[in-house]
Nanobody, 124 residues
């Protein structure tokens, strides 16, 4: 069993930055791919970014390419999402997810464990 706890969300002005963290429990973090998804009110859950087990491969959704960076520390069992140049369209609840395979995926159904989410609100 893997437990995920997100942190770092909050209120930020447009153009600002936030860094989300997702701390995981369990000894298998190193072999898991990790992902970030988001869901805005009235919208479906959207892929944001993913990273493979080693951190050597990363994937991004088109709306965040060039602005967001996903990274991980296997020593700390933590995955991060650095978000820069935020705009109002980035406002959503952000979820961390773990996939029990080494390779990342764009699809939420491929992930086995989910965090409770952290709210990010960007004021314009």
């Amino acid at each position: 069993q893997v437990q995920l706890v997100e942190s770092g969300g909050g209120l930020v002005q447009a153009g600002g930055s936030l860094r989300l963290s997702c701390a995981t429990s369990g000894r298998t973090f190193r072999g898991y791919a990790m992902g970030w998804f988001r869901q805005a009110p009235g919208k479906e859950r959207e892929f944001v970014a993913a990273i493979n087990w080693s951190g050597g491969s990363t994937y991004y959704g088109d709306p965040v390419k060039g602005r967001f960076t996903i990274s991980r520390s296997n020593a700390k069992n933590t995955v991060y999402l650095q978000m820069n140049s935020l705009n109002a369209e980035d406002t959503a609840v952000y979820y961390c997810a773990a996939r029990a395979t080494p390779s990342g995926s764009y699809y939420s159904t491929d992930y086995d464990y989910w965090g409770q989410g952290t709210q990010v609100t960007v004021s314009s």
